[in-house]
């Protein structure tokens, strides 16, 4: 049977070069609570194209939530310019086409509602776009079935560890069919080797569906394993201090890639940057 619903391919309108989001000097204020304003961003940059995956790691409170709450479009800038494609993607429903978020986002808390079932948290981002709930559902759980979920689907999520709350808050963004991910720490509060095999699982899904990513992580390894480029940002307020590409060739196979010298040399020359914006002593050359 064909799946019920899909993004079409019109979904996103790449401009020359295929960019689907980009920043220009963007500054970000907000007023603290005792009346002062704190800069969280500082003539911030960015240009992603589609399907590229992109990996911000920087100092913890130098803004790296605030750029994806701006890429998302949950936010908007105090100076400069964002552009997206927000609102452009399109789904098939079944009673013709809805629109699906331009941007899934993926959170470190999981964003999993306790009080719906596996099944309909999983369809809860597609229900918000307007399908029915008996064609959301089944969508949605061709996702649970993916992520090795569906034995619990008519469960709720007090069942599930957190690796599994993780896989079932992926299935969510994966099945609103939206064509770009905006992922804050996702693994983040997983155990290492939880967090390392989701690493690969969502190395695999990544190369099999090629959404459009921005990931923020703290860790190198995870940026170096799956991105195609890594984002250094300075301590607030935050800017792109280093930008590096990674060299290794897709589809990538985790073991080769971490074996490989040029992991090594990357891991410490990023690492070095980013030492340096967490001493308060700029980088290092
Ligand atoms: N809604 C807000 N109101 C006031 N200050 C905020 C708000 N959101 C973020 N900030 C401040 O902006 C800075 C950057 O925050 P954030 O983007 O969450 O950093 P990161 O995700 O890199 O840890 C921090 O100093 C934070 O306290
Ligand atoms: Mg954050």
Redesign the pocket.
């Known amino acids: 049977m064909a799946a019920p619903m899909g993004i079409s391919g019109r979904g996103v309108r790449g401009e020359q070069g295929g960019a689907v989001l980009s920043m220009e000097g963007v500054d970000?204020f907000?007023?603290?609570g005792d009346g002062r304003a704190?800069r969280?961003l500082d003539g911030v940059s960015l240009t992603v194209r589609e399907g590229e995956f992109v990996c911000v790691v920087?100092?913890?409170?130098?803004?790296?939530?605030?750029?994806l709450?701006l890429c998302g479009g949950l936010d908007a800038p105090s100076a400069g310019r964002v552009r997206t494609g927000r609102g452009e993607g399109r789904v098939r429903t079944g009673r013709g086409e809805g629109r699906v978020p331009w941007a899934a986002f993926v959170f470190q808390d999981f964003g999993v509602f306790p009080w719906l079932t596996v099944r309909a948290n999983a369809a809860f981002g597609l229900r918000m776009a307007g399908a029915g709930r008996r064609e959301a559902e089944r969508a949605a759980y061709g996702w649970l079935v993916r992520m090795g979920l569906a034995d619990f689907a008519d469960g709720y999520p007090d069942r599930l560890s957190g690796g599994m709350r993780q896989r079932l808050a992926l299935a969510r963004a994966f099945a609103t069919g939206s064509p770009v991910l905006l992922m804050?720490e996702p693994l983040g509060s997983l155990d290492p080797q939880t967090r390392r095999l989701m690493q690969e699982q969502l190395l695999e899904l990544w190369q099999e569906e090629r959404k459009t990513v921005v990931l923020?992580t703290h860790s190198i390894d995870e940026a170096l394993l799956l991105g195609d480029r890594v984002l250094v940002?300075s301590a607030?307020p935050?800017r792109f201090t280093d930008e590096f590409e990674v060299p290794f060739a897709r589809p990538r196979d985790p073991g080769t890639v971490q074996d490989s010298p040029e992991f090594g040399r990357l891991q410490a020359r990023i690492w070095r940057q980013l030492r340096g914006q967490l001493t308060g002593s700029g980088a290092a050359a």
């Open positions: 970000k907000f007023v603290s704190v969280a920087g100092p913890s409170g130098c803004g790296k939530s605030t750029l709450r804050d923020v940002m607030r935050g």
